[in-house]
């Protein structure tokens, strides 16, 4: 009976419509935390920075804001 109703649910989920607006709002909703977040990272983490300058130090900076988890376990899996 359970398999019964996980499976009536599942066809319900992906029967669901959005129009391109609520697909377009759900995108921001999830992607502003991962991004204040990736901000906060880069800009306290400005010393991973030293000695770039110019468009290299906006790539790093870039990189870090987008790949903040990769760094953070970079940086709690040092041996």
Request: aromatic content about 10%.
């Given at each position: 009976?359970?398999?019964?109703?996980?499976?009536?649910?599942?066809?319900?989920?992906?029967?669901?419509?959005?129009?391109?607006?609520?697909?377009?709002?759900?995108g921001l909703m999830?992607?502003?935390?991962?991004?204040?977040?990736?901000?906060?990272?880069?800009?306290?983490h400005l010393h991973?920075?030293?000695?770039?300058?110019?468009?290299?130090?906006?790539?790093?900076?870039?990189?870090?804001?987008?790949?903040?988890?990769?760094?953070?376990?970079?940086?709690?899996?040092?041996?």
């Amino acid at each position: 009976m359970a398999q019964t109703d996980l499976l009536a649910l599942t066809r319900r989920v992906l029967t669901f419509e959005m129009t391109i607006a609520e697909w377009i709002g759900l995108g921001l909703m999830v992607l502003a935390p991962y991004g204040v977040i990736g901000l906060i990272w880069a800009f306290t983490h400005l010393h991973d920075l030293e000695g770039a300058h110019g468009v290299g130090w906006v790539l790093l900076f870039v990189r870090a804001v987008i790949a903040w988890p990769v760094l953070l376990g970079e940086n709690l899996c040092v041996a």
